[in-house]
């Protein structure tokens, strides 16, 4: 697909650039209908209330009555702003929530596709509260090419949109199975095989501090309280096979594996007697407990976790045979659900950036000035 493609699509016909003003009804929400409402959907309270947010979040409550009734965009004025949504189902829209409600023939999920591209460009003031009104999209322009140019551009769209939300339910469902799985082949009963500390099958050693400025150009990565690396630097304090689990912050007990070398900081890292106890096996234990360790945050200001308090955590040591099998088992699940280089979030990420791609192409017409 080329701008070849799209001048075939056009075939010569014009596209009009129009106000939002002059194509929608612009209304922003009130208030509450605190006399006539329900946290959860009921019989009579079946009418969504409507806010400011992304996906499920832009749900307040349930009501019985409708303000919206036809087909229409939303646009988050606060918080989230920009956020478009599509709406296709009778709604009570609320705190100043905007809402776009065709007066003429368009396409809306045409429409929806256009504002999507533009909802990271809008310039509301700094003073006060943030916040989008009327005033200041009521002038934005929006191409509208025929009605048989928007169709196609949406079943190309709708295709790639599909495609993503059908891989993005599969990743939900392998999750599922993964985390099955992984509670099976990680539960022991009693007896059958031996528990130990794990201060009595690895060493447990603190992170050396070291600030951005005090780190020399590298490509070691610096590990601390984060997913992913915080700088670089050109110097290690680990090496091969090690866990490691962030001690403050956000993040405070959060487990990631590496296999490379790497200078810990804010962090602590488990080494262990590879005689005993294979180190991803260790992983996958403590990534199950993901939850656990990280409600173990002490301190009433910035949450931390304790070295200490990992001696005397008991783990099962099945045998090393049964300790690789498992480890064979998990690994290939984890790649598949939680691997950007591989497997489902890989596959999701090429597609939203194809979808994307040719969401910028469909939809980029020229203006009456001759840009885009």
């Known amino acids: 697909m080329s701008q070849s493609f799209m001048e075939k699509l ?45 996906g499920d979040k832009s749900l307040y409550g349930w009501t019985d009555k409708s303000k919206i009734v036809n087909p229409s965009l939303t646009i988050s004025a606060r918080g989230t702003i920009g956020w478009t949504s599509y709406r296709d189902k009778p709604f009570f829209p609320i705190v100043r929530l905007i809402v776009l409600t065709p007066k003429i023939e368009i396409n809306l999920k045409y429409a929806y596709y256009y504002m999507k591209t533009i909802e990271n460009s809008y310039k ?11 005033p200041m999209i009521k002038d934005i322009q929006i191409p509208i090419p025929p009605l048989p140019v928007q169709v196609e551009i949406v079943r190309i769209l709708d295709a790639f949109t599909e495609l993503t939300a059908e891989l993005t339910a599969e990743l939900t469902a392998r999750k599922k199975q993964y985390n099955y799985y992984r509670d099976q082949l990680l539960s022991f009963e009693e007896g059958k095989v031996e528990w130990k500390t794990l201060g009595g099958v690895a060493e447990i050693r603190r992170g050396t501090a070291i600030t951005e400025k005090e780190t020399t150009p590298g490509n070691v990565p610096v590990i601390a309280n984060a997913p992913n690396p915080i700088y670089f630097h050109n110097k290690s304090n680990r090496d091969g096979e090690t866990i490691v689990i962030a001690r403050s912050g956000a993040y405070a007990g959060l487990v990631s594996y590496w296999n490379q070398a790497y200078f810990l900081t804010d962090a602590f890292s488990i080494h262990a007697d590879d005689a005993v106890i294979k180190p991803k096996f ?37 045998s090393l045979a049964e300790q690789e099998r498992i480890v064979s088992i998990l690994d290939k699940f984890d790649a598949l659900t939680n691997s950007i280089s591989e497997g489902l979030p890989r596959e999701i990420r090429l597609r939203q950036k194809q979808y994307e791609y040719y969401r910028e192409l469909l939809l980029s017409f020229p ?6």
């Open 367 to 372: 203006k009456p000035d001759g840009t885009k």
């Open 282 to 318: 260790v992983y996958h234990l403590l990534k199950r407990e993901q939850e656990k360790i990280h409600q173990m945050s002490k301190g009433g200001g910035v949450p931390h976790v304790r070295a200490r308090d990992f001696e005397t955590y008991q783990i099962p040591i099945p």
């Open 124 to 134: 509301v003031s700094e003073a006060g509260i943030p916040q989008l009104t009327k």
């Open 10 to 54: 056009l075939d010569g016909a014009p596209v009009e650039w129009k106000t939002l003003e002059s194509v929608f009804d612009i209304l922003a929400g009130g208030d509450v209908p605190k006399d006539a409402m329900s946290e959860k959907e009921t019989e009579k309270f079946n009418v969504p209330i409507l806010s400011n947010g992304i």
